[in-house]
């Protein structure tokens, strides 16, 4: 069972190691009667049905409660939009990380506490391979969404939305991006001058790197069309994803804790050699707040975006289901929402915010609905076109725990 406490990346191994072991074993396992019976009250996995929206919501508010475990503090936003369409039903809504959400919900029910309603998190290992065959959690999608959102973000867990890391540059020295393959950061004049979040203790990054590597034949191709021969990789390294890796670690990368620290340094203006990063892009956001200015080099080969899922789920044996299902489908927006919704700042009050419902606090450049009818946030316009390189679920599943090795060997050296 995944009982130690996640410090790093050491110890998110540890935990994730224990993940898989739990995640096998669970999916052979036989019927639960609790678990099914839980499933059929409360019309959930393969009793779901289209739902009666009036009884759905007459039954959350005898309910009167819904309890989530999240990964991010824009939750208690959504808690308190929520509050504004359902004044009879409390939300209590915790920020807790992505680590410390997996780990309370794993350690709640193995002790027999079933306390949260809503799980929320961008942690495709644990959520997709330990906590849904456990029945810790069951996908739940609002029918009338089914043909709005993608298959592949559907299945096997709803996703909220989509996030991505991209390539920082600042478009004041530069007016044009400086670079136009990702493999010019490992060059003499990159020494030094490129940053980004250390992934020990931070899922996304780690999702960044997984992207990277499971992409190599692209990362690989990349290389050979620019410099025009034959990439030699280094030894012991398997494949170009990694020697790239290998490469920017070896050109002095400067490792930080803050990602917005990261972004004001690429950014701030007046700097004569500004240096470049990998950033979540939303910091793109202080451009307008700030008066920074940060910039996508779009056309980047073979890509500038890395993108990654956070999920939603309802808690297995949530106590309040109908409250449950209620909160996940305001979360993903109004079924009013479609691609001509006018949408205008401040998105959280006013006709924006009873169109986007529970994605009004989320709805920023560098966060993304998986919804096909949901139109792109301010300065995002280039996101629909852009290439995205992303990791899947069981190429993370098989390849995480290696990609984290490597990279605390290689910057142990």
């Known amino acids: 069972m995944m009982t130690s406490t996640f410090r790093g990346a050491k110890g998110w191994l540890a935990a994730g190691a224990m993940t898989l072991a739990l995640a096998g074993p669970a999916l052979a396992q036989q019927a639960d009667p609790k678990w099914d019976a839980w499933l059929q009250k409360s019309q959930l996995g393969p009793y779901q049905k289209n739902e009666n929206w009036d009884e759905v919501v007459a039954n959350a508010k005898k309910e009167g409660e819904v309890v989530v475990y999240s990964s991010t503090g824009t939750m208690l936003k959504v808690a308190e939009d929520f ?104 060059e003499p004049q990159w020494k030094g001058r490129f940053s980004m979040k250390s992934p020990a203790g931070s899922l996304t990054t780690l999702m960044m ?82 008066n920074y200015a940060n910039a996508i080099p779009y056309d980047l080969q073979p890509a500038a975006l890395f993108s990654y899922p956070t999920y939603v789920a309802v808690a297995g044996q949530a106590p309040h289901p109908n409250a449950a299902k209620l909160f996940v489908t305001f979360l993903m927006g109004s079924k009013d929402l479609n691609g001509n919704s006018e949408l205008k700042a401040p998105f959280r009050s006013g006709k924006s915010l009873e169109l986007l419902q529970g994605m009004a606090a989320f709805y920023q450049i560098g966060t993304f609905s998986p919804r096909t009818d949901v139109p792109p946030p301010p300065y995002s316009e280039m996101w629909p076109k852009a290439k995205k390189l992303t990791a899947s679920p069981e190429f993370v599943k098989d390849n995480i725990a290696k990609i984290s090795d490597f990279w605390l060997a290689e910057t142990s050296r």
Do not use: C
Not at 220 to 246: C, I, M, R, T, W
């Open 209 to 290: 790197l997984a992207a990277i590597v499971e992409h190599s034949d692209e990362m690989q191709k990349a290389y050979e069309q620019h410099y025009g021969k034959k990439l030699e990789l280094s030894p012991g390294v398997d494949n170009a994803g990694y020697e790239f890796l290998h490469r920017l670690i070896g050109n002095d990368i400067v490792i930080s804790d803050n990602s917005s620290k990261i972004a004001t340094a690429v950014g701030l203006r007046g700097q004569a050699k500004p240096p470049m990063a990998f950033s979540v892009i939303h910091y793109l956001t202080k451009n307008q707040s700030d």
């Open 83 to 186: 509050a504004k369409f359902y004044p009879e039903i409390k939300v209590k809504a915790y920020d807790l990380g992505s680590e410390k959400t997996i780990e309370k919900v794993v350690r709640e029910h193995q002790a027999g506490v079933y306390a949260a309603d809503v799980i929320y998190s961008g942690g495709t290992e644990q959520m997709v391979f330990d906590l849904l065959p456990n029945h810790r959690i069951v996908n739940y999608v609002p029918s009338y969404l089914t043909d709005k959102i993608p298959a592949e973000h559907r299945e096997p867990l709803l996703t909220h939305v989509i996030e991505a890391y991209g390539v920082l540059y600042n478009s004041e020295a530069h007016p044009q991006p400086p670079i136009k393959t990702i493999w010019e950061l490992t």
